[in-house]
């Protein structure tokens, strides 16, 4: 299993930014994906999660109406669309696959090394 | 602060057997939602360490286990190593549709 995020880089605050995650080594249509970020010295924190079918997709409060995940399964990738960004967005952002078949609730058995999001002026 | 809460730190000596609790409420690990913990070294990327509670994935020695109780769960690392240092994360389910990480438990081995 192979995960790998791009699409990071310093932007200002209230722009975006659109992070990718292309995977291999698996199924990528069997499993549910998700987005974790670390801040800077701090503890992780679940972003967003996303079904194997799109049918179902979840985010945390702090991003919700900003933040929009998606995936194309015939490309093996996800994605992290991050509208009106904030200082406080800044962190490495992880993408993250599911352990059991199709659900988001699971444990996360595979990270890739993340991608770094800065939000400053 | 996080959903479910950990202790800031533990500390123990080569050895010995420590515990890192991770609490919750009624809406996640007490809804019947497993408990699920990470291991980070300094400087990479989180490993899963246990799964649905108390489960390893292969690889894991068996120092390692987890136990969950109504609305916290727990991981004992007995046997002590100087490489077991680092910081120690619990993730579950909430009822409101989200997965939920503990605020994570840095563990020194003295």
């Known amino acids: 299993v192979q995960l790998v995020e791009s699409g990071g880089g310093l932007v200002q605050p209230g722009r975006s930014l659109r992070l990718s995650c292309a995977a291999s080594?698996?199924?990528?249509?069997?499993?549910?994906m998700h987005w974790v970020r670390q801040a800077p010295g701090r503890g992780l924190e679940w972003v967003s999660g996303?079904?194997?079918?799109?049918?179902?997709?979840a985010y945390a409060d702090s991003v919700r109406g900003r933040f929009t995940v998606s995936r194309d399964n015939a490309k093996n990738s996800l994605f992290l669309q991050m509208n009106s960004l904030r200082p406080e967005d800044t962190a490495l952002y992880y993408c993250a696959k599911g352990r059991l078949l199709a659900t988001l609730v699971t444990a996360i058995d595979y990270w890739g090394q993340g991608t770094l999001v800065t939000v400053s002026s | 602060q996080s959903v479910l809460t950990q202790p800031p730190s533990v500390s123990g000596a080569p050895g010995q057997t420590v515990t890192i609790s991770c609490t919750g409420s009624?809406?996640?690990?007490?809804?019947?939602?497993?408990v699920h913990w990470y291991q980070q070294l300094p400087g990479t990327v989180p490993k899963l360490l246990i799964y649905?509670?108390?489960d390893r994935p292969s690889g894991v020695p068996d120092r390692f286990s987890g136990s969950k109780s109504v609305t916290s769960a727990s991981l004992a690392i007995s046997g002590l190593q100087a490489e077991d240092e680092a910081d120690y994360y619990c993730?579950?389910?909430?009822?409101?549709?989200?997965?939920?990480f503990g605020g994570g438990t840095k563990l020194t081995v003295l």
């Open positions: 996303i079904r194997w079918n799109s049918g179902g997709i």
């Open positions: 649905g509670n108390s």
């Open positions: 993730q579950s389910f909430d009822s409101s549709g989200f997965v939920v």
């Open positions: 009624s809406s996640n690990i007490g809804a019947g939602y497993d």
């Open positions: 080594g698996f199924t990528f249509d069997d499993y549910a």
